[in-house]
């Protein structure tokens, strides 16, 4: 197993850099960035410094995916720049490897915040040696309508601004919600997202406690980076917890099934002390399929003889609000007869 680097914590009064990776979103509502921005300084105490290219609009950001590359080293490299967040996802992450100097990375620890696509960034850092987070993009968490979730705010302090103990994790008790209203319309930010009741968490196989190191992302995602560079040996696999969300394009949990059946194939699930599944996200989403996507990790671990892996779903991270920050290559423990999470280190020094 590669034990990866911990950043060190942030601090009001740090500056963070503010990045597009992926889709410009950001260049196309500005108004919506300015309202994460402001949180972050609000809020979290931090100023905050845009990237070179992190406002262009999204056709000049998808053109040129070597000055989105370059934006990421020059993040790294500049030490007054203390962590960097993503504005936003998107699709095409994949192709800044050409352009990635793993040593920048790896000789500036920092760090580093986003889902979805940046799935892509998180392994980059992770071949780097580098732990990051798995949590809120600027464009979505921090410029939520109306206010931040305390649920998303919560998490986001423990595992970014204190050195100790993250400890157990908390289940969403506000409610959660993936309704979609169009950011087009700027009206839409003072309308207050509606939110489903609390639902909890799915302890759906599985006994006793078992410890491991954090690794996933989006599935979508993680199917673009099998086979490539950043794609993890065979043996970094052993004793992980293995996290995993699906985007809201409304993955068929056929689709699910076939990628986890690959992981079998390529004798990953044999390796694995956990999963944990999140609330499927986005609006698409047809909500009868929660279940069936228990069924399809269930059926596929059956297959591979796993009857016996803890796995949790229903968690609370993603493409779901309010969501939870997660460390990558921190210790988390799985208690299925306590029906308890917990991670058992801090995430940053």
Same mark, same amino acid.
């Given at each position: 197993?590669?034990?990866?680097?911990?950043?060190?914590?942030?601090?009001?009064?740090?500056?963070?850099?503010?990045?597009?990776?992926?889709?410009?979103?950001?260049?196309?509502?500005?108004?919506?960035?300015?309202?994460?921005?402001?949180?972050?300084?609000?809020?979290?105490?931090?100023?905050?410094?845009?990237?070179?290219?992190?406002?262009?609009?999204?056709?000049?950001?998808?053109?040129?995916?070597?000055?989105?590359?370059?934006?990421?080293?020059?993040?790294?490299?500049?030490?007054?720049?203390?962590?960097?967040?993503?504005?936003?996802?998107?699709?095409?992450?994949?192709?800044?490897?050409?352009?990635?100097?793993?040593?920048?990375?790896?000789?500036?620890?920092?760090?580093?915040?986003?889902?979805?696509?940046?799935?892509?960034?998180?392994?980059?850092?992770?071949?780097?040696?580098?732990?990051?987070?798995?949590?809120?993009?600027?464009?979505?968490?921090?410029?939520?309508?109306?206010?931040?979730?305390?649920?998303?705010?919560?998490?986001?302090?423990?595992?970014?601004?204190?050195?100790?103990?993250?400890?157990?994790?908390?289940?969403?008790?506000?409610?959660?919600?993936?309704?979609?209203?169009?950011?087009?319309?700027?009206?839409?930010?003072?309308?207050?997202?509606?939110?489903? !009741?609390?639902?909890?968490?799915?302890? %759906?196989?599985?006994?006793? =406690?078992?410890?491991?190191? /954090?690794? $996933? #992302?989006?599935?979508?995602?993680?199917?673009?980076?099998?086979?490539?560079?950043?794609?993890?040996?065979?043996?970094?696999?052993?004793?992980?917890?293995?996290?995993?969300?699906?985007?809201?394009?409304?993955?068929?949990?056929?689709?699910?099934?076939?990628?986890?059946?690959?992981?079998?194939?390529?004798?990953?699930?044999?390796?694995?002390?956990?999963?944990?599944?999140?609330?499927?996200?986005?609006?698409?989403?047809?909500?009868?399929?929660?279940?069936?996507?228990?069924?399809?990790?269930?059926?596929?671990?059956?297959?591979?003889?796993?009857?016996?892996?803890?796995?949790?779903?229903?968690?609370?991270?993603?493409?779901?609000?309010?969501?939870?920050?997660? !460390?990558?290559?921190?210790?988390?423990? %799985?208690?299925?007869?306590? =029906?308890?999470?917990?991670? /058992?280190? $801090? #995430?940053?020094?």
């Amino acid at each position: 197993m590669q034990t990866l680097i911990k950043p060190h914590k942030l601090t009001s009064g740090d500056t963070i850099a503010t990045i597009s990776l992926s889709w410009g979103g950001a260049g196309l509502f500005r108004y919506r960035y300015e309202i994460g921005k402001s949180r972050l300084r609000d809020i979290f105490g931090l100023n905050v410094a845009e990237t070179k290219y992190a406002l262009r609009d999204p056709e000049w950001v998808y053109q040129n995916p070597k000055a989105r590359a370059s934006d990421l080293m020059d993040a790294f490299a500049n030490p007054e720049i203390k962590g960097i967040f993503s504005m936003i996802g998107g699709d095409d992450s994949i192709r800044l490897l050409p352009y990635i100097d793993y040593d920048v990375i790896r000789n500036n620890p920092k760090v580093f915040l986003g889902f979805s696509d940046s799935t892509v960034t998180h392994f980059i850092c992770r071949k780097s040696g580098l732990s990051s987070f798995y949590g809120p993009a600027v464009l979505t968490a921090f410029s939520e309508n109306v206010n931040m979730h305390r649920y998303t705010i919560d998490s986001l302090i423990k595992n970014l601004f204190t050195s100790e103990l993250i400890g157990v994790l908390p289940e969403n008790d506000e409610g959660w919600t993936a309704t979609s209203l169009d950011w087009g319309v700027k009206t839409n930010q003072m309308i207050l997202r509606k939110l489903n !009741p609390p639902e909890d968490w799915r302890f %759906i196989q599985g006994s006793g =406690k078992v410890r491991g190191h /954090l690794i $996933g #992302g989006c599935v979508e995602v993680l199917q673009f980076i099998i086979g490539t560079e950043i794609w993890p040996i065979v043996s970094d696999w052993e004793n992980a917890i293995l996290f995993l969300e699906t985007s809201e394009e409304g993955m068929p949990p056929c689709q699910l099934e076939r990628f986890l059946r690959g992981l079998g194939a390529q004798k990953i699930l044999k390796r694995l002390a956990g999963i944990i599944f999140s609330k499927p996200g986005g609006h698409l989403v047809n909500l009868a399929d929660f279940e069936q996507y228990d069924k399809c990790i269930l059926k596929v671990l059956k297959e591979f003889d796993r009857s016996d892996l803890p796995v949790v779903t229903n968690m609370d991270f993603g493409h779901t609000d309010p969501m939870m920050t997660l !460390p990558y290559g921190r210790i988390m423990q %799985i208690d299925v007869d306590e =029906k308890q999470i917990a991670i /058992l280190e $801090g #995430g940053v020094i």
